[in-house]
């Protein structure tokens, strides 16, 4: 059997029968995260909500969910989805990145690059002239990824953590719910494109959130 030629990589819509790699690739991610922030550990339920999230896309067109293959195989990952800011806001509509993933064996290879390409098309398809996201400080191979795309910064969060609380914080279980049945998946963390710190080529990064 002759080996499968180098970037001999598809991109294509996931569907249902995709989903146990979605979850694959998604659990891959967030577990890097962590890496960088136990506070973006995955909570104990996170299958049945992203699998909710999923269902949600598929029934509204919100958004997209890609995976890149390697023949049978899916070796990336990349989600969007159609943000809708506070009434506040003049400009309360884009489009938002919200995971992005490359193995680590096929990093260096351009996937994420093809990945990225379709997501962008999506958005444009969509209606949206603006696609945010969001990266964690200490991941560097992300933010360079994304710099050589031609993103750019636009704001920061920052964050104090105050001594061991008495209590437990209070919980708006009305907004607990939205989260609980699909809708903005990764609006409470934030984190959606990682990336190792390991030397990365020029067309491509290393792992993403």
């Known amino acids: 059997m002759s080996a499968i030629a180098p970037h001999a990589v598809t991109v294509r819509l996931a ?33 049945a909500v992203l ?15 890609y995976l890149a293959w ?14 809708t800011d506070s009434p506040l806001f003049l400009n309360r509509h884009w489009a ?8 680590p064996d ?4 351009g996937v994420a690059d093809d990945l990225l390409d379709e997501g962008m098309a999506w958005a444009q398809d969509h209606g949206y002239t603006r696609i945010q996201l969001y990266v964690t400080t200490s991941n560097m191979g992300a933010k360079r990824f994304y710099g050589r795309s ?3 910064p636009i704001q920061e969060i920052w964050c104090y953590d105050l001594p061991q609380a008495s209590g437990l914080p209070s919980t708006d279980l009305a907004c607990e719910s939205a ?5 903005n998946l990764l609006s409470n963390t934030r984190h ?11 067309d491509e990064t290393t792992q993403y959130t």
């Open 51 to 65: 699998a909710d999230h999923l269902t949600h896309e598929r029934l509204h067109h919100h958004g997209a969910t």
């Open 179 to 183: 989260y609980a049945h699909g809708h």
């Open 96 to 103: 938002e990145l919200i995971a992005l993933y490359v193995v």
């Open 192 to 202: 959606h494109l990682t990336a190792d710190d390991e030397p990365c080529k020029e």
């Open 150 to 152: 031609r993103f750019k």
């Open 15 to 47: 569907t249902s029968d995709d989903d146990a790699h979605v979850h694959s690739l998604f659990h891959g991610l967030h577990a890097f995260n962590a890496t960088l922030d136990s506070r973006f550990s995955l909570a104990d339920d996170w299958p």
């Open 106 to 109: 096929q990093r260096g290879e």
């Open 70 to 83: 390697l023949g049978e195989r899916a070796v990336g990952l990349l989600m969007m989805d159609g943000h």
